[in-house]
Antibody
């Protein structure tokens, strides 16, 4: 059974850096294990993809947020960390991590098979 | 790249509803659909246009052609009431794109 759980601060000040951890089980970040991605959902309910990591170290980022985002695998084999710098109130959202599926056509892990429960992050002074 | 969904659709129980997802040549891309019930995380209900994940009823089906992908739900039940989102990986790029979501109301 695959599970994912997001953890991190619920309130962050503007200009600060957000660090979120995705702890997962039931798969591993190996060439056959899939990947871990992050998506956020604004209070208005729009979904926005942030980043994905797969095959242990391959990474892709939302181009519009690339300068502010970093995704990496933690030293433990069951965690992925996302950092988002220079926060703004518009970054207020529920952040989800997910187990990604492989698209042969694209040669890339580009959709969520499983989602975590999400964690609400509020950016406010 | 933009995926366009109607903000809302409504249907009576037992009827059929189709939720469209429009995009330029979306028929050439793999479309995935997620269902999000109130207060819950999204879940995958259709991937690669027309493949149902384990546990999704056969009442759910998908299609994709030219400029519109469609999620169809037959014999709608009250439990199908949710927001539905389509998603693609933009052709030629590595960028995931989501539609704006459609709220399905079961009357």
């Amino acid at each position: 059974q695959i599970t994912l759980r997001e953890s991190g601060p619920t309130l962050v000040r503007p200009t600060q850096t957000l660090t979120l951890t995705c702890t997962f089980s039931g798969f591993s970040l190996t060439p056959d294990g899939g990947g871990v991605g992050w998506v956020r959902q604004t209070p208005g309910k729009a979904l926005e993809w942030l980043a994905v990591i797969y095959r242990e170290a391959d990474k892709r980022y939302n181009a519009s947020l690339r300068s502010r985002l970093t995704i990496r695998k933690a030293t433990s084999n069951d965690q992925v960390i996302l950092t988002l710098t220079d926060l703004d109130p518009t970054d207020t959202a529920t952040y989800y991590c997910g187990h990604t599926g492989y698209d042969i056509l694209a040669g890339y892990y580009n959709y969520f098979i499983h989602w975590g429960q999400g964690t609400l992050v509020t950016v406010s002074s | 790249y933009v995926l366009t969904q109607p903000p809302s659709v409504s249907v009576a129980p037992g009827q059929t509803v189709s939720i469209p997802c429009g995009g330029d040549n979306v028929g050439r891309q793999n479309v995935h659909w997620y269902q999000q019930k109130a207060g819950q995380a999204p879940t995958l209900v259709m991937y690669f246009d027309r493949t149902r994940p384990s546990g999704i009823p056969e009442r759910f089906s998908g299609s994709n052609s030219r400029n519109t992908a469609t999620l169809t739900i037959n014999r709608v039940e009250a439990g199908d009431e949710a927001d539905y989102y389509c998603q693609v990986c933009e052709s030629g790029t590595d960028q995931w794109v989501f539609g704006g979501g459609t709220k399905l109301t079961v009357l």
